[in-house]
């Protein structure tokens, strides 16, 4: 079904006929049940892999070891000990000439924030500074380069070449190749490794890890007994949130807008999918639906009256303000309000101050709103630097990275949501990334809502470009983005590495679903399938 533009008879609204939601109340009847059994089975098997993690003493096989329990989507069971092996690595020379060795050294250090040189290269290239031609038929090991070479952050031309030099080599390989190897690169050609969804990764590696040749079958088994298990409690979360959905209706009380709670929930197991998380992943997936839900009044709906009555009361911040609101409105409003209210009855009473960085979030947000439906109503055509600046905020990528700490324990402190509000660099490239991708991939589905110019044609008309010039622009910007995603992760602060990794983990599901799933959020039969596989369809033991 394709998505059409049409205007309401009844105060010359406009409004957008997306795609329905394509799940109705499914998840709140679906359950995946999870035997006793089974969880005790997980368990001594967990022991068994501890086990096997310490009593590995060869290098090469304790980081192939690593790799394939973080690849499997069972890491987190087992950081204390990934940690300790790491770190152990870190203080070793490692000396390899095989590609594949090399690189994986390099990219367990750098995923996980040790500092290292991607000067280890070096002795793959020729005295000319190109890579040498013998390492083209290297599959495994141009793969493993590929993938390294995606951490790259600034200042790091030798990554910048061998990116170069291993997705063309990938691509005249992959053909020639057998599974599940073909597999593993063509995905990666898409999406390198560490920008993809790991929940979403680990469920298909699951599936080819078991081909390989001498497939380890205690971390196999457990990896299997583990996603079935994270997948019930996922199925728990579903049905509760779609409860709260079916209760706030936005079906049939706010037609107009994106009905998107099971997607919002399936970006969300992006950012984090594991068991520990489980509070924070409800929150922000309700945050993230009625922040949609927001996005769709402004854009497409709302007269300019009620834009800047919603953006009053929304500052007011009080339940009686609502009355002069339009009933559609005040619906929106209140769900707003409610919804902050529940979040802090959730938090501890020490974790209570968390909810005020959420509701001046929403506000921030929706000022970038107002500020845009006035653009468009005056028939303003703003600045390039004008319109980037306000649609870095309407992304919502700043609220949404400070929303993502609310449900966290301990670990997110008042520092972290000063850190986070402050925008440092982190949070304004994973903004401009998130922008720059959607102006792009986005480009001619905004065009048919007839909304304000984006960033792209702002930028096009500034630099008299043609789209096709400009895009390219947006493309080396969202590199360039990435790079300091990059070296934000390896910079010291303050703030948890494990806050850190929600906003890389934010942009590279984003990454995902616009371009994996090609704009899976607006379209969603693109993105049906991985929802089945991650929710619906547990794995067999």
Same mark, same amino acid.
């Given at each position: 079904m394709e998505d059409t533009l049409f205007k309401s008879e009844k105060l010359g609204r406009k409004s957008y006929a997306y795609q329905p939601n394509l799940w109705g109340d499914f998840f709140i009847t679906h359950a995946v049940p999870?035997?006793?059994?089974?969880?005790?089975?997980?368990?001594?098997?967990?022991?068994?892999?501890?086990i096997l993690i310490k009593s590995s003493a060869d290098t090469v096989e304790k980081m192939t070891l690593i790799d394939t329990i973080q690849h499997l989507?069972?890491?987190?069971?087992?950081?204390?000990?990934?940690?300790?092996?790491?770190?152990?690595?870190?203080?070793?020379? =490692?000396?390899?000439?095989?590609?594949?060795?090399?690189?994986?050294?390099?990219?367990?250090?750098?995923?996980? %924030? =040790?500092p290292i040189s991607a000067d280890?290269?070096?002795?793959?290239?020729?005295?000319? %500074?190109? =890579?040498?031609?013998?390492?083209?038929?290297?599959?495994?090991?141009?793969?493993?380069?590929?993938?390294?070479?995606?951490?790259?952050? $600034?200042? !790091?031309?030798?990554?910048?070449?061998?990116?170069?030099?291993?997705? %063309?080599?990938?691509?005249?390989?992959?053909?020639?190749?057998?599974?599940p190897l073909r597999d593993q690169v063509s995905r990666a050609l898409n999406t390198p490794l560490p920008k993809m969804m790991k929940r979403l990764e680990a469920r298909w590696y699951i599936d080819e890890y078991e081909e390989e040749e001498t497939p380890n079958h205690v971390i196999l088994e457990l990896a299997k007994l583990d996603f079935n298990i994270v997948q019930a409690l996922h199925c728990e979360e579903l049905k509760g949130i779609s409860l709260w959905w079916k209760d706030f209706n936005p079906k049939e009380k706010l037609g107009y807008a994106r009905d998107r709670i099971i997607e919002s929930y399936f970006f969300i197991t992006g950012v984090y999918f594991e068991p520990q998380f489980s509070r924070a992943r409800i929150i922000l997936a309700k945050v993230i639906a009625l922040a949609t839900i927001l996005d769709d009044?402004?854009?497409?709906?709302?007269?300019?009256?009620? $834009?800047?009555?919603?953006?009053?009361?929304?500052?007011?911040?009080?339940?009686?303000?609502?009355?002069?609101?339009?009933?559609?409105?005040?619906?929106?409003?209140?769900?707003?309000?409610?919804? $902050?209210?529940? &979040?802090?009855?959730?938090?501890?009473?020490? !974790?209570?101050?968390?909810?005020?960085?959420?509701?001046?979030?929403?506000?921030?947000l929706i000022r970038s709103y107002f500020q845009e439906a006035e653009w468009l109503a005056q028939g303003y055509f703003p600045t390039f630097q004008e319109r980037l600046e306000v649609s870095l905020v309407s992304s919502a990528i700043p609220m949404l990275c400070c929303a993502s700490f609310v449900g966290m324990g301990d670990v997110a402190t008042k520092e972290a949501f000063l850190w986070v509000n402050q925008n440092p660099d982190m949070v304004r490239a994973a903004s401009e990334v998130a922008r720059f991708i959607d102006d792009v991939i986005g480009y001619e589905r905004e065009h048919s809502l007839e909304e304000l110019p984006s960033v792209l044609d702002c930028y096009m008309k500034e630099q008299n470009m043609t789209k096709d010039a400009a895009v390219i622009r947006f493309e080396e910007w969202t590199r360039d983005g990435w790079r300091r995603l990059n070296q934000a992760f390896l910079e010291p602060t303050a703030v948890s590495p494990v806050l850190i990794e929600r906003i890389?983990? =934010?942009?590279?599901?984003?990454?995902?679903?616009? &371009?994996?799933?090609?704009?899976?959020?607006?379209?969603?039969?693109?993105?049906?399938?991985?929802?089945?596989?991650?929710?619906?369809?547990?794995? $067999?033991?």
């Open positions: 999870i035997q006793k059994s089974n969880k005790t089975r997980a368990d001594y098997l967990k022991e068994e892999v501890r989507g069972i890491g987190y069971l087992f950081q204390k000990e990934i940690d300790a092996v790491l770190t152990n690595l870190r203080a070793l020379t =490692f000396e390899s000439n095989e590609l594949h060795e090399v690189a994986l050294y390099f990219k367990l250090l750098r995923q996980h %924030g =040790f280890i290269f070096l002795k793959f290239q020729n005295d000319d %500074g190109n =890579f040498k031609t013998t390492l083209s038929r290297d599959a495994r090991g141009l793969l493993s380069l590929y993938n390294a070479a995606s951490l790259q952050i $600034c200042d !790091e031309d030798i990554l910048e070449k061998a990116s170069f030099f291993t997705h %063309g080599g990938l691509k005249h390989l992959v053909h020639d190749l057998k599974s009044t402004y854009d497409i709906h709302a007269t300019l009256e009620e $834009c800047r009555q919603l953006a009053h009361v929304v500052e007011r911040w009080d339940k009686k303000s609502a009355e002069i609101l339009d009933e559609y409105l005040k619906l929106v409003y209140l769900t707003l309000i409610n919804l $902050c209210e529940d &979040i802090e009855n959730e938090l501890e009473p020490s !974790e209570k101050y968390r909810a005020s960085y959420l509701i001046e979030g929403f506000k921030t890389f983990n =934010f942009i590279a599901t984003t990454h995902v679903l616009y &371009i994996h799933m090609r704009n899976g959020f607006n379209e969603p039969t693109n993105v049906k399938k991985y929802i089945s596989l991650l929710y619906v369809e547990p794995l $067999c033991i």
